[in-house]
């Protein structure tokens, strides 16, 4: 919507005088950004989407938050790697070690999301005191006061449910 907004501002601002030169180079400008914006935005999900296919596909729960054609790249994706894995390698292994994406109490072969990395989020609504740690290794829990505006260095564990809920956005 935003593209489709900043090329009408373009094409009208071309249509006006010469004088309107200097508007229309930095509307042209404007809509580069946010084109790179987009671009840069959906190439990062596509990335995420590849490194933790596997994951995302085994879990119903974040599968649903794909659009059908990021569903549909993730499976074509886990199928050409899976082709290529068992050509170049796991063929010439004994056939209890084929599998790449292997779950057993030994060995997790499907990589997931470190939840414990840390992101940077702004609080959407006042929240009030929040526990960010479960106070692990006997100090005591570490709670902070959450208010609208606030921008915040925290792991995404904590606040995966605020993120949900819309409480907060990640930035």
Same mark, same amino acid.
């Given at each position: 919507? %935003?593209?489709?907004?900043? /090329?009408?501002?373009?094409?009208?601002?071309?249509?006006?005088?010469?004088?309107?030169?200097?508007?229309?180079?930095?509307?042209? !400008?404007?809509?580069?950004?946010?084109?790179?914006?987009? !671009?840069?935005?959906?190439? =990062?999900?596509?990335?995420?989407?590849?490194?933790?296919?596997?994951?995302?596909?085994?879990?119903?729960?974040?599968?649903?938050?794909?659009?059908?054609?990021?569903?549909?790249?993730?499976?074509?994706?886990?199928?050409? /790697? %899976? /082709?290529?894995?068992?050509?170049?390698?796991?063929?010439?292994?004994?056939?209890?070690?084929?599998?790449?994406?292997?779950?057993?109490?030994? %060995?997790? !072969?499907?990589?997931?999301?470190?939840?414990?990395?840390? =992101?940077?989020?702004? =609080?959407?609504? $006042?929240?009030?005191?929040?526990?960010?740690?479960?106070?692990?290794?006997?100090?005591?829990?570490? =709670?902070?006061?959450?208010?609208?505006? $606030?921008?915040?260095?925290?792991?995404?564990?904590?606040?995966?449910?605020?993120?949900?809920?819309?409480?907060?956005?990640?930035?």
């Amino acid at each position: 919507e %935003a593209l489709r907004k900043r /090329e009408e501002q373009l094409d009208y601002a071309q249509a006006a005088t010469e004088k309107d030169v200097f508007s229309s180079t930095i509307l042209r !400008m404007d809509l580069d950004r946010v084109k790179y914006l987009l !671009m840069e935005y959906l190439r =990062v999900r596509l990335g995420k989407i590849q490194r933790f296919a596997l994951h995302i596909l085994g879990d119903s729960d974040i599968h649903s938050r794909l659009s059908d054609e990021e569903l549909q790249f993730a499976k074509q994706f886990i199928d050409l /790697e %899976a /082709e290529h894995l068992q050509r170049a390698a796991l063929s010439k292994f004994p056939k209890v070690y084929q599998s790449f994406t292997e779950q057993s109490a030994d %060995a997790d !072969m499907v990589p997931a999301p470190n939840l414990d990395s840390f =992101v940077f989020c702004r =609080v959407e609504r $006042d929240l009030g005191d929040f526990q960010l740690d479960d106070g692990e290794s006997g100090a005591p829990p570490e =709670v902070a006061h959450l208010a609208r505006g $606030d921008l915040l260095a925290v792991r995404f564990a904590p606040i995966q449910g605020l993120l949900e809920r819309g409480d907060v956005q990640l930035v």
